[in-house]
């Protein structure tokens, strides 16, 4: 079959001919509609996540993915319906996280992730996977259902975020997102669905208009923050100090501006994943700020298939107009460079194998 | 009356006499017993909280107290029974926080506190106060009352810290407090009461043996970490990663220390105020421990009545050989200079207006 991979001696993703797999007793075979291309991917490539499965020298990329139960191979599933696979298996011991459904909370080292590390990812024509893996969705997510992975982490985010001031009667009004990539405006996309509890949202990017990413803050209703002209600390001074902030840029200085953009009892999840990188701090006005304000900071990865089903209505409430906006390109196997390619226009693209 | 207060000529806390106070409608007229002093009490001696009263050039200090109710002045109180006064006061607009009974959430400006910054503390032989800020305690609270207030302060911590797991199913087993003075060593005891779910804790300090406060973490069943010879970032390798961090040193780097002293899926509590300090953290390295490893950081202030009853418990759950090691000096207001006086003898002192 086809399937699109990192090699060992390759330097990009590169369309590769791999045998079709064999399900193993209590897993089904799932045949792939389509797969999303993110932030991680790009890192996978560049070798930032690496760990190739043990024993190939090939990584099969692809972590955002929607399938078809091609042969249930007596899991129960039911042959023809869609689903969406989740990211983590345990390699391990774990503390139980992944028997307790909780494989997001898993520390590293009990787990590999498909398409990540450790294991091969859905960016082939066939794959296998236990039934636990996989969360079933309609027929009409064939098309997006691949956005249901990374809306999920926000997902888990939100619940984490909401959790941490669960012990006061915490009254959110507005919203930050730092970062206007795919993850950062579908996350605004869910700040600003009918039933989220934020009545403003703002959108942190660094492009010039007219982009394309803008025009989709300005359609949500945000309104968009140019850091090169506030930076993230200057928000609360140019618009107002707000109660969530959700961190998408994996640019490190972010986290600690976060104290300073966030007003008093709010909450900052940090959901990048940046390298090493020494800088200073006031890191005493920074402490006195969190504690005489209340001010909660945390990280969040990964996700749990409650909170894929949370995803899955999220989704559904999205307007087609985001959606079609969103995803800027569809693409063939054959042409999985393009699919790569990254560029002012491009803001998620999405791996076609097949069609139900 | 006598009070002990600061005054804009003096250089300390000195022995004042004002004028008695007269409860106005809806307050009562409380007969103070004994008073507590801590680490916050220095720095308003110091200058860092500062706000005098309005109107007045002197500022009496004290907010840890146990009082008799002498004149209940038609509040329901009853005479003769013994409350803790909580601490903060509305002074503005405060977003409805005192209204819900979370003063401990209002935001900076919204509030004065008594002994604290903009009104008058508890260490005069009389004090004012309407009753909805005073909790009734027991009778055989008139010794050690005055400790309800700080315990308060972490049922708060330990409240928001569960709350910030809460979104999972958190085992926590061990707990790490930075800091060997009167709070750290109230927290530990709390941490080793009964109905602590933690198996293991560590207080961090930096003091040579023999010492009064070691011998208490000692006699608590913890483990005395020195900094000195192993940093709170080295404390995985040395002990283990903890679960839970409590900060009670004021020392900003411990802030950003916390995060690599967590566990995967960690919390650490932060209560500590420092001044502006500028220094240099691996800031890419924080940040990337946090998401990958689920941790969270918050910080905590004050407290609601809801923790004080809390803390009547845990109050009660003590061994008398902690309370009586914790509270090394007892003095007289005429004596007030020495109640402040600190060292290596001296962990918590308080001083006593009157006996009930």
Same mark, same amino acid.
């Given at each position: 079959m086809k399937a699109v991979a990192v090699t060992r001696e390759g330097s990009g993703p590169e369309l590769i001919e791999v045998p079709d797999p064999t399900p193993e007793a209590g897993e089904a075979l799932l045949r792939t509609l389509r797969v999303g291309i993110d932030g991680t991917d790009h890192e996978v490539i560049a070798g930032n996540h690496g760990g190739y499965p043990e024993g190939d020298d090939h990584q099969i990329l692809g972590h955002e993915a929607v399938a078809v139960v091609e042969d249930a191979n007596g899991t129960g599933l039911e042959e023809g319906s869609l689903v969406v696979p989740t990211v983590r298996r345990p390699s391990g011991a774990d503390g139980g996280h992944f028997e307790r459904g909780e494989p997001d909370m898993a520390p590293d080292g009990a787990y590999v992730e498909r398409g990540i590390v450790g294991a091969h990812g859905y960016m082939s024509e066939l794959f296998t996977s236990p039934p636990e893996f996989l969360v079933p969705v309609p027929d009409s997510f064939a098309e997006y259902g691949f956005l249901v992975e990374p809306i999920s982490n926000s997902e888990k985010a939100f619940e984490h975020a909401f959790a941490a001031r669960s012990a006061f009667d915490w009254r959110p009004e507005s919203a930050l997102v730092l970062g206007n990539g795919p993850l950062g405006l579908l996350t605004l996309a869910m700040l600003e @669905?009918?039933?989220?509890?934020?009545d403003r949202t703002y959108c942190l990017g660094r492009r010039d208009r007219p982009d394309p990413t803008v025009d989709i803050v300005d359609r949500l209703g945000s309104t968009y923050v140019d850091s090169r002209q506030t930076p993230v600390d200057e928000i609360p001074e140019a618009h107002e100090a707000v109660d969530f902030v959700y961190e998408a @840029?994996?640019?490190?200085?972010h986290a600690f501006e976060t104290v300073d953009a966030l007003a008093p009892n709010g909450v900052g999840a940090l959901l990048g994943i940046p390298e090493d990188w020494t800088f200073e701090i006031d890191g005493g006005r920074l402490h006195r700020e969190l504690v005489l304000e209340n001010k909660a900071l945390f990280g969040s990865v990964n996700s749990n298939v409650g909170q894929y089903e949370a995803a899955k209505d999220r989704l559904t409430a999205f307007p087609d107009w985001f959606t079609d906006a969103l995803v800027t390109g569809v693409y063939d196997p054959d042409d999985a460079d393009a699919a790569f390619e990254t560029g002012d226009d491009v803001i998620k693209t999405v791996v076609e194998f097949d069609t139900p």
């Open positions: @669905t009918e039933r989220s509890p934020f @840029t994996g640019y490190a200085k």
